[in-house]
């Protein structure tokens, strides 16, 4: 099921797998853009604050992508690597 209580979400890193994830995610939000947000999750870095940062940086860059590829807006969420608890647990980043 796909709506505004179940997001798209899309576990996002960066490689090439995971822009065609995003284009994928993208793609299923729009087809339910009244409904359904996309989420990009990414993994925080430990370690000092630009590790961090860069992090936030590739997650909002991927958010654009998919607002220029699919007119929709991403959120983005921030979670230690290998948190195994649901996404919105995690830390919020830029939207």
């Keep these: 099921m ?3 209580g179940h997001p ?3 576990p996002f890193g960066g490689s090439e797998q ?3 994830a995003l284009e994928l995610g993208a793609w299923i939000a729009h ?3 009244k409904q359904a947000p996309l989420k990009l999750l990414g993994a925080s870095v430990s370690g000092d604050d630009g ?4 992090s936030e940086r590739l997650l909002a860059n991927a958010s654009l992508v998919a607002q220029q590829l699919a007119g929709i807006a991403a959120e983005h969420l921030l ?3 290998g948190d195994e608890s649901s996404p919105p647990a995690g830390r919020r980043g830029c939207s």
């Design 79 to 81: 979670v230690p690597p």
């Design 31 to 33: 087809a339910h853009a």
């Design 8 to 10: 798209v979400i899309v």
């Design 18 to 20: 995971d822009r065609a």
């Design 51 to 54: 590790d961090r940062d860069a």
């Design 2 to 4: 796909i709506d505004a």
